[in-house]
């Protein structure tokens, strides 16, 4: 499966109404530094110690957000 990685920063930035709120990030434990990945089906993957959570998931033109966000492309 293919992902791209942003930060938790970035994440706050290309949520649009209708997806995760912020407190929702919060209580997942996303802050501006976590590390956090999203696939191409849109579910949001926080970094943990040990392993990937899913914690959400992005809806409608998310791929356009996520790579004008970060300028990467899916690896």
Do not use: C, P, Y
């Not at 649009?16 to 191409?40: C, F, M, P, W, Y």
């Not at 791929?63 to 966000?69: A, D, F, G, L």
């Amino acid at each position: 499966m293919k992902f791209i990685e942003l930060t938790g920063e970035n994440l706050k930035q290309i949520i649009d109404d209708g997806e995760l709120h912020t407190s929702d990030l919060k209580d997942a434990g996303v802050s501006d530094n976590s590390i956090v990945r999203v696939n191409q089906q849109g579910d949001i993957e926080i970094r943990r110690a040990l392993k990937w959570d899913v914690i959400g998931g992005l809806l409608g033109n998310f791929e356009e957000r996520v790579k004008i966000s970060t300028g990467l492309d899916w690896a």
